[in-house]
């Protein structure tokens, strides 16, 4: 739903004090202006110093499902003022107080989309009602949902206390509906296998013994289907380990690598066989976390929290970051390797 949209661009420069004024007190188009001057998206005439070409900028307001966005376009002119109209999200976020959720490049402009009100989404647990039987995919948030088929086994990384618990527990109650080949295993013994058994599910290992077994047992089954003429007739397979470095700690050396090679064989080889694992850690290192050759493999990867060095890990980023401060169950994702994107799990209320 649109509600207005204009473009605009400087036709002069703008002394300091007249510049903040635009941007604190003429609305988004003030904003906007302001922006253009202080990050020199326009060029000056050799001879008498006077503007002479200026980035032309589009924007509209919409909203979508409770939330709010702004989206600025900041078309291409052909000149070398195109080199400056990449990386601007921070300054966007800091000049319209709010996130940028998505950043697109076409041929002809730069596109950002500016989340500036949100509506929080909240859901009862044990009451969601929402119902996957037969589809291909659920939703992890209100705007965000995961095609498995298209972007097989998923990741779920955060520090104790970042809601990564909370998402993974939505994620398996609304996997529950979609079938019930459904295989948890709390390498923890703790509250995963707790909410588990009271959202439905039948296979919950939460011992050593029965941990190891599972995963065993879901690797060999992927093994019996791949071989089948049609392994897409089947219904999907989910294995959920939550913790699976504590593993590393508490068997020996040769079970674990038996225990990574049966995850590997179900990162690797499940979207034939429509199996599928949902990894939930604290930690993504070369000693505590999954080996890079699974990590690059996981279709959906999440971090929630404000660890820059997890970030970097998981997104197989070599350069600083600079993180905003989040909240509980607030982050970024990933699909197949794609754009890092905002996002933000619902509140469960009733846990």
Do not use: H
């Not at 200026?54 to 709010?68: A, L, M, N, T």
């Not at 999200?89 to 989340?115: A, C, H, M, P, W």
């Amino acid at each position: 739903m649109k509600f207005w949209n204009s473009s605009i661009s400087l036709k002069r420069l703008y002394s300091g004090f007249t510049i903040n004024l635009f941007k604190n007190f003429l609305g988004v188009r003030g904003k906007i202006l302001y922006f253009l001057q202080v990050n020199n998206l326009y060029l000056l005439d050799s001879e008498d110093n006077k503007l002479c070409l200026s980035s032309w900028v589009g924007f509209e307001k919409i909203e979508i499902k409770g939330d709010y966005f702004l989206d600025i376009y900041i078309y291409k002119t052909g000149s070398i003022i195109d080199e400056r109209i990449f990386g601007l999200e921070g300054q966007l976020q800091s000049i319209f107080k709010g996130y940028v959720v998505e950043t697109i490049n076409s041929l002809d402009f730069v596109k950002y989309r500016i989340l500036v009100a949100r509506q929080e989404e909240e859901l009862a647990l044990f009451s969601d009602s929402a119902n996957y039987k037969g589809l291909d995919y659920i939703d992890i948030t209100k705007s965000i949902s995961w095609y498995f088929d298209k972007a097989p086994s998923c990741g779920i990384w955060g520090s104790s206390g970042s809601g990564k618990t909370y998402l993974a527990l939505l994620i398996l109650k609304r996997i529950s509906t979609l079938t019930d080949l459904v295989y948890c295993c709390d390498c923890k013994f703790d509250e995963f296998a707790y909410y588990s058994k009271k959202i439905g599910v039948k296979y919950i290992a939460k011992d050593i013994e029965s941990v190891c077994y599972t995963i065993q047992r879901v690797s060999d089954i992927l093994d019996s289907r791949y071989d089948s003429d049609k392994p897409k007739r089947y219904k999907p397979i989910f294995l959920f380990i939550d913790e699976f470095a504590i593993l590393k700690l508490s068997i020996s050396k040769k079970e674990f690598e038996k225990v990574v090679d049966n995850i590997r064989n179900i990162v690797l080889k499940g979207r034939r066989a429509r199996v599928f694992i949902v990894l939930i850690q604290q930690y993504q290192s070369t000693s505590l976390g999954l080996p890079i050759d699974l990590l690059s493999s996981l279709g959906f990867r999440v971090v929630l929290g404000n660890s820059r060095q997890l970030y970097k890990n998981v997104f197989e980023i070599s350069k600083d970051v600079n993180l905003l401060t989040k909240g509980v169950g607030e982050g970024y994702y990933s699909e197949n390797g794609g754009e890092v994107k905002l996002i933000f799990a619902p509140k469960i209320t009733d846990i």
